[in-house]
């Protein structure tokens, strides 16, 4: 069992930049595929990026690579996501999600734990 907290949403200006991070709790963290998903208003969740167990390798969505950076910290069960130069259609709600099993990690419903979610509003 897992519980994901993300924190560090918030209102930024367009190419401004902001951290997520995601705190889990439980035994699994460090074998886990940690994946960030968002969800804009009217639109389905979207896969951002995810991470391996061991950090390596890491996987992106082709409109956030080179601007975003996922990375994780096994032994402080955490796992960031670095947003740089931020656009409007970046805006979204972002969620932490955990799986268990290695393998497909773009798609949502392989997951097995999200967190509530963060607010990320990028104004122009």
């Known amino acids: 069992q897992l519980q994901l907290v993300e924190s560090g949403g918030g209102l930024v200006q367009a190419g401004g930049s902001l951290r997520l991070s995601c705190a889990a709790s439980?035994?699994?963290?460090?074998?886990?595929?940690m994946g960030w998903f968002r969800q804009a208003p009217g639109k389905e969740r979207e896969f951002v990026a995810a991470?391996?167990?061991?950090?390596?390798?890491?996987y992106y969505v082709g409109s956030v690579k080179g601007r975003f950076t996922i990375s994780r910290d096994n032994a402080k069960n955490t796992v960031s996501l670095q947003m740089n130069s931020l656009k409007v259609e970046d805006t979204a709600v972002y969620y932490c999600a955990a799986r268990r099993l290695r393998g497909e990690v773009r798609t949502g419903s392989l997951y097995d734990y999200w967190g509530q979610g963060t607010q990320v509003t990028v104004s122009s």
């Open positions: 439980g035994r699994t963290f460090s074998s886990a595929t």
């Open positions: 991470s391996s167990w061991s950090g390596a390798p890491t």
